[in-house]
Structures are given as structure tokens and as C-alpha cells.
């Protein structure tokens, strides 16, 4: 059993388990899109590998950061941006 | 800025990197690694939720221990001034690492192609949902189409299967008769044999088709559905997920920016793995798509000529055997045309700057294409739309400029500045045994 | 195909404003261009489009100019990326102060609109600057443009009044009654106007002592989108002493503002440099610079970084009009940082020239008599 730690996805309180990544936790959270595209379309994770950039949301108040690349924390307060 | 002297400077920590760094620090050279990952394994030997290191990166691991090999993690590399200098940024650090080798395992990346709803959320990469899937994504009771072509379907879907996806379908683009050829072509390689068998006993309650590719995905806000073209007509799939990917591209950005020749997208290497450029090697993926057994007996070979030994003859063997399957699965899984036609007028081609199909066609060349439309101008950087763009209109990248990954421009501006502390802890990370 | 009356060589952001001003007066127009339109300096510019004034003649220039870009703005599409934001010459030093004052003077002496703010409004007009600035020169008029779809909407509009553009078509040697392509052929027309930018001395017949000029690489690097930074584009006045040095190498805080919410970030200037390699220390030094204005720059990525080399002459002024010894020969390049500005009013030049007419400033600083040695 892995030891399981608390992250706030858009405000909501979500228990995951520790290491996973931050894209994870919020597809948990049932958030499917990500952001939204210059053109104001839904998006969502691509590459699972830090290229395509499909995936950013705010991680602890910093913009654009790659939710696949990012390991959830204690307490770490995510944002998913929605036009 | 700090600056770090090496003897042999190793960009990757996948398969390839791991293998060249140890051949490499066993015939004596000092010998640095960068990867961009929190973790070494590359793409294939990915840690499970990040926490644990993969058992085989663990075995690796544990060699480099013993050779003092330095590995860099969560360090990507961003700009160079020529093969002997190369820098780097880790965690908004700018470091300068001197070599007089260079070997490059930077690996592949997936080749995607656009259709109608393939923007959609909940349409990933074939690879890319493995690796989110590795990282905690939830996919257990979610129906699940995998498409696209080569061996990357069935391994996927199999560690899909495991953690408890239904799979509605694997679809194949390539016909079964060239996939069959291919398979004939496995006696000379047991081990490959052997893996295949175990994956297709593994699946053989999941339907899978050949000669059979996604034309839409519709949903509004995620995937709901699939609809593919068969050979026996097409065919709708309710679903949860589409997996789409077809293919591998090697990731030649640094590769092509020290000027190493680059043929058919992929860096081309002499007997020893050198590039054009001398002392720059290239060994894994980035020399063409072949899988983890080829990449580390690449590696092995790079690392050793890189450090200036006399690679065993028994060790290029090895690589040549692998070599040759290497042809095959190319020409097994070569993308049918009909690919091309994939797109409408208003599918959107360039992700970032949400580029329509319709504003690229009849554009002369990608830097005219992104001049002109802001193709490929985003943050990937053409790494999705750029191998897409070459597949649809045959167009060749336009040229590399750091920095190869999007920094914080204080990182950049540090370039040039001395800075008296050195070492950065956080930055700097050898193996430990228990990690 | 019939005989064009003018030959164009160069599909630049000067060669298409010259066809454009030549096909509107009637004249059978053709352009030759190497690549695409717009993919040579122009592609690698800014695109700031402002008035200067270092000389008379670089003032009357650039000014005539703006007021055509002004004139045109309003029928310019979206994808040119017109954006009225004004510039701000930015005073570090209260000494540069008096500079702002008597630029301001004499600006407003020709009815520019201008405006001196203090280090409190400077402050205002630019949250993000560093405090403790002394102050800047507000010029209202200058304006911002993505100068490859400028070239391109030039071009278009030429193509709309009768001219024809033939891309992909490299010109080995210009005549002042036609050119000869790399492929050995020749295209004979009424004059030829050699607009081949950093290329177009090469291609005159044969090498005329003095008239010279040296590229002059810069570089430059954009952001990533992001909420707006600034609101005007912004230079400091050092700027100017960099674009005026003969010295090999210097940088200067230069940003603009771009409608997607990039920050585009100059500028670099190095002589002799053939090459457009990016240069990361040279890179790296007009960033710190950008920075040291900006702070809040550090944080912003960077996505894309690249360079240009833009033709500069002795004396900093274009080479505009007929090519001695050659007639029915023009040359219109030599633009240095100022090309995009200034190609409108070029284009006017070169009309006028070859109508044999006068032109609404005094062509004479430009010409390439100015240049010639004296003959033995
Ligand atoms: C998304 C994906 C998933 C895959 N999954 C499987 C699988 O499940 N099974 C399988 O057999 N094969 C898989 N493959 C194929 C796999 O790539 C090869 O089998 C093998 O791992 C190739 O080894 P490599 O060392 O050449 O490259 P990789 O394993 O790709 O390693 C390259 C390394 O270089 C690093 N890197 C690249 N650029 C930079 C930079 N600028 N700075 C710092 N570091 C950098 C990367 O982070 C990466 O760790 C997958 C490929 C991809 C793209
Ligand atoms: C970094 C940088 C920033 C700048 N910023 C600004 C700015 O903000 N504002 C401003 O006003 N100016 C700016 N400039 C200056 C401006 O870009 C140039 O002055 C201007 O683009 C010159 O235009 P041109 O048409 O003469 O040259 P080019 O754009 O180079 O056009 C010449 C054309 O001729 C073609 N050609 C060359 N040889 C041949 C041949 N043999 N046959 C056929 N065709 C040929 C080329 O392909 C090219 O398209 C900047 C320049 C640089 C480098
Ligand atoms: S999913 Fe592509 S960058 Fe995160």
C-alpha cells in the first residue's frame, strides 16, 4: 500500500497516492479538460512525455507548468485553467 | 552559471544513455549523463508512480554506482555552442558542461497525425497514455481503443489489460500480411520471439484488426466515441479513451543542431556510432527506431568508442543482429497513404496555435507554412506538428535554434556570467544503492 | 509571357512596397525572389515602425514613412498585427534627460506627437519597468507590424494591380536592361530594381569602389504567451548609441509588446558576422539587459530565439536610386534596422525616380553618388 497524501484540485480537497503525477491526480479529480487553446478549445494530456505542452495547468500559483512531468506534493494546490 | 568539466558527456538516461555511460566509465573515462526526467530508464523503463525506479534502471543504476558515473536528473539540455559545449537547465539553473565527447541518446518521440476530434481530451499518444497511465493515470474499467501502428500497440495494450482497461479494439494500420512477414522474421531473434508470443497469448481476448486506422473521434469535451475505417467497412466504438500513435521519430533537434548528418529523420552513424561531426556519437532511438535491445547495444558501442577503447568485435555483432530487424519493422509498418487524407479542411493541424489543415496546404515549405499561419511557433516547438507536417506535405524541418526546450528567460540571460558558488545540490545527483 | 517594364529582384519587405509603388503608376511589374516573399531579412525583424532622428536625412525617412504605414494601417488585415502601441525611449539617467527634452522639442517642431514623462509617470505608463527610472520620451505615432505578412500584403496588393511575383527564382547578375537567372537564362525588362537586401551589391554587374556595406547580425527571442507585460514598445536611449557605434559588438534593452501576448525581446548588434548562427552568449547578454529593465522577463519563458543580418552602411543611410554607369539600373537596399519603416517611403523613391519626377523629400543622402571614391 502506498501512502497516500492530500492535493487540492481546483479548490476540492483529493486524496491520491504519494508519487503520482499531477496530471493524474487531477484526471482522478474527473477533470478531463486541461485547457483551453488559443482558439478557446478543450484540451487535454497528448504525449504523457513533456512535449506537447497540451497538459499545463497552475501548480502552487506558477503558470504553465507540464502536469505530466510534476509529482503531486502534500498540500500542493492545483489549478486547472477552463476558459 | 555553473560550469562542469567532462570527459564524455552522455545527453539521455534511457536505455541507450545508460548502456553508453557504462561502457563508457568502464574503459576509464570521467563520465557525465543529463536527462531531462526525474528518473533515468528513458521512455521504456519508466518508474511506477514516480516514486520507485524501474528494477531494470535499478541494475543500471547500480553499475554506474560503481564507475562514478554522474548523473544529472531533471536537467535538460537547451542550448549548445558546438559539440564541446553544451548547456543545460535544472530547476531554472543554467549550467555549462565542457566535453571532448559527445554522445547523444535522446530517443524518439511519437508521431502523431491529425483527423477529425484527434485534439479532443482523452485522445493521447499510444506511448503517451502508457506513460501517464505509469504515472498514476486511471484507467481501470475505462473502455479503451488503441490505434495507430507498430509494436508499440501491443505492448501497450497489454499493460493496459493488466491494470484492468477494457479494451474495445487494437487497430492496426498496416496490413496483416506485412505484420506476418515480419514475424517470420523473429527466429533470428529468440528473445523478441519469445516477447511477442507472451504478448499475443496475453491479448487474444482482445479484438484486433489490421489494415485498420481512426478517421474521427467525436465528444465535446472528451472522447466518446471512435469511428475506423476497416477493410470491411467502418466501424463506431463508444469509448473512454483513444490511444493514437503511428510510430516513432527520432528526437534529432540537438543531433541536427551541431550540423551531424540527419538522413530520413534519423542521425546517421558510422560502425562506431560517430556522427558526421567527430566526436559526437549517437546511439538508441535517435539513429532510427528499433527498439530497447538495438538501443542498448548502441549504446554499448558509443560509450566505448566515445571513450576512446576498442569496442569488442562480438559487441558490434550484437548490434548489426539487431540492425537488421530494424529494416523489417520499417517496412512492416510503413504509414498507407490514405493517412494523408485523414484530415478536413478545419482539423487542426498545429496544436498550439490551433493551425487548420486548410491554411497549410499549398504552403512551400515549413518556415514559409509558419511565417505565414504561426505553424509550429508554440511551445512544443514543432515537436508534435513538425513529423506530421513531413508525413502530410513532405516538408522538412525547419532549423533548429536553441533554446530546444521553452526556459525561463533568467535561465538563458546566465549564460556567459560566473558565478562563484559551484556545485548545486539540488542539480547535481548520484545514484544512491537504495534508490 | 510578355516583357515586364520592370524587373523586381528581391521579394523583401523593400522589393514589394518598390513593385507595389511602380504597379499602382501602371508599369508592368515583375518580381524575382530567391525563396519566398518576405523569407529573407525582413522574416527576421521586429518590426517596429518609427521615426529617428540621427540625421536630417535619416528623420525625413523615416518619418515620410510612418506616415505612409499610418495612412495604410486601417486597411492593413489581422495577420499583419497592427498594433497602435507607440514607443518609449526610456532615460535611465536624469543626464538623458536633456536628450528627451530637446527630441521632444523638435518632434513637436514637426508636429509629431510627443510626450516627456517624468520617472512617476514613466512608472505609470510601464508598471513593470525597474523603479527609479528618470524618466522617457513617449513618441505616440510609432507603431508595431509582423513585417513577413506586411511583405506579403504588399505583394498582394502589387499582384492586385497588375504585377506578377515569381518565387523560387534566384538572379545570378542584374542589368539596367534586364537579369540573368542562376539557371543561365535571361529575363530582359525596361529597368531592373535591385532590392536583393543583404545579396544586392553582389548581384551589379561589377563591384563600384565605395559603395559598400556590412551585415550586421542581431539577435532576438520571444516569449511564450502570457498576461501583457508593457503596453508601448520600449527602448532605452542607449539603443541608439548601440544602433550608432562602429563598435564590433553591443546589445540594448529593446521589447515589444505582440498581440498574442508575447514579449518580443532585441537587440544585438555584430559586425562582419555572415553567419546567422544563434550566439548564446551574445544571446544571453541582451537578455540580462531586457531583464535589468523588465525584472519580471526573468520568469517568462522563452520559446524561440533567432537572428538576422541587416545590411548597414558607413554613413547609416539606405542606397536608393540609379546605379551609376548602369542605366535603367536602381538599387534600393542598405536599410540596416530600419528597412521595415522604411520601405514604404523607398518604394516612393524608387516610383518617383523612375517616372523621372521629384519626390516629396529630397532623395540626394540617399543616392549612391554619395558613396562613389573619386575617380583617379
Ligand atoms: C512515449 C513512448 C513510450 C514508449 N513505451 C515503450 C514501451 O512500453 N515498450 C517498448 O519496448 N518501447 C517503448 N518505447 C520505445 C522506446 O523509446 C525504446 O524501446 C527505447 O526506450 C529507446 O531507448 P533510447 O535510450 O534510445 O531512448 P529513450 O528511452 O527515449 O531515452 C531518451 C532519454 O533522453 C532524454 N532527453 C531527450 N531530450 C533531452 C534533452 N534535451 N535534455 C535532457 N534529456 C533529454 C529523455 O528524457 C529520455 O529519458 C516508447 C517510446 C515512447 C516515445
Ligand atoms: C534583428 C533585426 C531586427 C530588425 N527590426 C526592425 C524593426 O523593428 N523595424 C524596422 O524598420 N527594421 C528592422 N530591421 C531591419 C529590416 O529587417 C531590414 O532593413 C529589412 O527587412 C530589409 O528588407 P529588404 O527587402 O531590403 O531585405 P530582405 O528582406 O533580405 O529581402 C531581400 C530579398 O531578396 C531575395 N534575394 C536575395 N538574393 C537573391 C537573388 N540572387 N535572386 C533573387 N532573390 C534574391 C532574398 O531571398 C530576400 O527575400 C531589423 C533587422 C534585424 C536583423
Ligand atoms: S502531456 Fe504532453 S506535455 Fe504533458
Known amino acids: 500500500m ?41 484540451r487535454g494530456p497528448l504525449c504523457g512525455m513533456g512535449i506537447c505542452f497540451e497538459c499545463r495547468v497552475v501548480i502552487d500559483g506558477r503558470r504553465d507548468v507540464r502536469s505530466c512531468m510534476a509529482v503531486c506534493s502534500e498540500g500542493m494546490e492545483i489549478e486547472v485553467a477552463r476558459a | 552559471m555553473r560550469e562542469v568539466a567532462s570527459e564524455v558527456l552522455i545527453l539521455g538516461a534511457g536505455p541507450a544513455g545508460l548502456a553508453a555511460a557504462a561502457a563508457a566509465a568502464e574503459a576509464g573515462a570521467r563520465v557525465d549523463v543529463i ?39 531533471e536537467t535538460t539540455v537547451v542550448a549548445a555552442d558546438g559539440p564541446r559545449c553544451i548547456y543545460t537547465v535544472c530547476g531554472g539553473e543554467m549550467s555549462r558542461f565542457r566535453t571532448s565527447r559527445l554522445v547523444l541518446a535522446t530517443g524518439s ?47 501497450v495494450a497489454d499493460s493496459l489489460r493488466r491494470r484492468g482497461a477494457k479494451l474495445l479494439l487494437i487497430a492496426e494500420q498496416a496490413p496483416r500480411r506485412a505484420v506476418v512477414r515480419l514475424a517470420r522474421q523473429l527466429w533470428r531473434s529468440p528473445r523478441k520471439a519469445i516477447q511477442a508470443l507472451g504478448l499475443m497469448a496475453r491479448l487474444v481476448q482482445v479484438p484486433m484488426r489490421y489494415a485498420c486506422w481512426p478517421l474521427r473521434a467525436t465528444g465535446d469535451e472528451c472522447v466518446r466515441s471512435v469511428l475506423l475505417q476497416g477493410s470491411d467497412g467502418s466501424i463506431e466504438l463508444e469509448c473512454d479513451a483513444l490511444a493514437c500513435g503511428f510510430g516513432l521519430v527520432p528526437e534529432i533537434a540537438i543531433a541536427a543542431y551541431l550540423g551531424c548528418d540527419v538522413e530520413c529523420g534519423a542521425m546517421s552513424v558510422d560502425a562506431q556510432q560517430q556522427s558526421s561531426v567527430p566526436g559526437v556519437y549517437g546511439a538508441g532511438e535517435i539513429t532510427g527506431v528499433g527498439g530497447v535491445e538495438l538501443a542498448v547495444a548502441e549504446g ?57 489543415f486548410e491554411a497549410l496546404a499549398g504552403a512551400e515549405s515549413a518556415r514559409a507554412a509558419k511565417l505565414a499561419t504561426r505553424c509550429g511557433m508554440g511551445s512544443c516547438q514543432g515537436r508534435v506538428c513538425g513529423p506530421a507536417t513531413r508525413f502530410l506535405f513532405g516538408w522538412h524541418h525547419d532549423r533548429v535554434r536553441p533554446p530546444f526546450f521553452p526556459v525561463p528567460m533568467a535561465a538563458l540571460a546566465a549564460i556567459g556570467t560566473v558565478q562563484p558558488s559551484s556545485a548545486n545540490p539540488a542539480c547535481y545527483q548520484t545514484f544512491t544503492m537504495d534508490c | 509571357m510578355s516583357l515586364p517594364d520592370v524587373l523586381v529582384v528581391g521579394g523583401g519587405i523593400v522589393g514589394a512596397a518598390c513593385a507595389l509603388e511602380l504597379a499602382r503608376e501602371g508599369h508592368r511589374v515583375e518580381v524575382l525572389e530567391r525563396g519566398f516573399t518576405g523569407c529573407g531579412t525582413t522574416a527576421t525583424a521586429m518590426g517596429h515602425i518609427i521615426v529617428l532622428h540621427d540625421s536630417q536625412a535619416q528623420f525625413r525617412l523615416t518619418r515620410w514613412s510612418q506616415e ?51 520617472s512617476l509617470g514613466l512608472a505609470q505608463a510601464e508598471p513593470s519597468l525597474r523603479p527609479n527610472l528618470a524618466g522617457g520620451l513617449r513618441m505616440r505615432e510609432d507603431l508595431v507590424l509582423y513585417p513577413p505578412a506586411a511583405a506579403r500584403w504588399l505583394v498582394q496588393r502589387a499582384v492586385d494591380a497588375g504585377a506578377t511575383i515569381r518565387t523560387g527564382v534566384s538572379v545570378r547578375r542584374v542589368s539596367g536592361a534586364g537579369a540573368t537567372l542562376d539557371d543561365g537564362s535571361t529575363r530582359a525588362a525596361g529597368c531592373v530594381v535591385d532590392a536583393a537586401g543583404t545579396k544586392a551589391l553582389e548581384l ?24 501583457r507585460r508593457c503596453w508601448h514598445q520600449l527602448a532605452e536611449i542607449g539603443y541608439l548609441a548601440s544602433a550608432h557605434t562602429h563598435a564590433q559588438t553591443s546589445v540594448a534593452f529593446n521589447v515589444q509588446p505582440r498581440r498574442t501576448g508575447q514579449v518580443l525581446v532585441g537587440s544585438s548588434r555584430q559586425y562582419d558576422r555572415h553567419d546567422t548562427r544563434v550566439e548564446p552568449e551574445i544571446l544571453a547578454r541582451m537578455l540580462r539587459r531586457a531583464i535589468e529593465f523588465i525584472p519580471a522577463l526573468a520568469e517568462m519563458r522563452v520559446t524561440r530565439t533567432w537572428t538576422g543580418l541587416r545590411p548597414a552602411t558607413d554613413d547609416r543611410l539606405p542606397l536608393i536610386g540609379p546605379v551609376p554607369g548602369h542605366s535603367g539600373l536602381y538599387l534600393a537596399t542598405g536599410h540596416e534596422g530600419l528597412g521595415i519603416t522604411t520601405s514604404l517611403g523607398t518604394g516612393r523613391l524608387i516610383a518617383d525616380m523612375v517616372a523621372g519626377r521629384s519626390s516629396a523629400i529630397d532623395p540626394a543622402p540617399y543616392r549612391l553618388d554619395r558613396c562613389l571614391e573619386p575617380q583617379a
Not at chain 2, 56 to 72: A, I, M
Open chain 1, 2 to 42: 502506498s501512502r497516500q497524501i492530500e492535493v487540492r484540485v481546483d479548490g476540492r480537497a483529493l486524496r491520491v497516492p504519494a508519487g503520482i503525477s499531477v496530471a493524474a491526480a487531477i484526471a482522478r479529480a474527473g477533470v478531463a479538460v486541461f485547457q483551453r487553446s488559443v482558439g478557446g478549445e478543450p
Open chain 2, 35 to 73: 536527462e531531462g526526467n526525474r528518473s533515468p530508464g528513458g521512455q521504456i523503463w519508466r518508474p511506477e508512480g514516480a516514486t520507485e525506479a524501474h528494477p531494470t534502471t535499478r541494475r543500471w543504476q547500480q553499475r554506474l554506482l560503481r564507475t562514478g558515473v554522474r548523473v544529472h536528473l
Open chain 2, 109 to 155: 518521440r511519437e508521431l502523431f497525425l491529425p483527423f477529425p476530434g484527434w485534439t479532443l481530451p482523452g485522445v493521447t499518444g499510444v506511448g503517451g497514455l502508457q506513460a501517464l497511465v505509469k504515472s498514476g493515470w486511471p484507467i481501470e474499467g475505462k473502455r479503451v481503443v488503441v490505434a495507430g501502428s507498430g509494436p508499440l500497440l501491443l505492448a
Open chain 2, 300 to 356: 554499448a558501442v558509443a560509450g566505448t568508442a566515445a571513450a576512446g577503447a576498442r569496442v569488442p568485435v562480438r559487441w558490434l555483432a550484437r548490434r548489426d543482429r539487431q540492425q537488421a530487424f530494424v529494416s523489417h519493422l520499417d517496412r512492416a509498418f510503413a504509414l498507407r497513404p490514405e493517412l494523408r487524407r485523414l484530415a478536413a479542411p478545419e482539423t487542426i493541424v498545429c496544436r498550439c496555435e490551433d493551425v487548420a
Open chain 3, 68 to 118: 505612409l504605414w499610418s495612412a495604410l494601417a486601417d486597411e492593413l488585415p489581422g495577420e499583419v498585427e497592427v498594433d497602435r502601441c507607440g514607443c518609449i525611449w526610456i532615460a535611465s539617467e536624469e543626464s538623458q534627460m536633456d536628450w528627451v527634452r530637446d527630441k521632444a522639442a523638435l518632434y513637436r517642431s514637426h508636429g509629431i506627437e510627443v510626450e516627456v514623462l517624468d
Open chain 3, 204 to 227: 551589379l554587374p561589377e563591384p563600384i569602389p565605395g559603395l559598400q556595406f556590412r551585415p550586421r547580425k542581431g539577435h532576438l527571442a520571444i516569449t511564450d504567451r502570457g498576461p
